[in-house]
């Protein structure tokens, strides 16, 4: 029963993901990969608000949208691609900015929801 949870919230995250990512990007001209950090930020916070609510919530739920949706819907093979492509590229400046803002930010967001949630 788990695994299939598991795939259903993976069912709606990665193609929100995508959806996401292609909407924010097509809304930039810059190399910085604007959608893949949005949805990164996006499931820092969401994941960080059902840690906050914690024990609270049934554990098929946490199997659902924390490992489901949020595995899904957040990328971080993307985000090193992404950064060795900006590397690659010999946007320096870009993929240590994508490095750090991505860290500093998700790290951010998942500590801001787990507060909000408690």
Known sequence: MTALLVMLGAAVGAPLRYLIDRTVQARHESTVPWGTWS??????????????????????????????FCGA?????????????????RAYRA????????????????VLGYLVAR
């Open 73 to 89: 819907l957040t990328t971080y093979s993307t985000f090193g691609y992404e950064t060795v492509r900006l590397i690659e590229t």
């Open 95 to 110: 993929a240590l900015a994508n490095v750090v803002v991505s860290l500093v930010v998700g790290s951010g967001a998942l």
């Open 39 to 68: 949805v990164n930020v996006l499931g820092c916070l969401v994941l960080g608000t059902l840690a906050g609510v914690g024990g609270a919530l049934p554990q098929p739920v946490m199997s659902l949208l924390g490992t489901g």
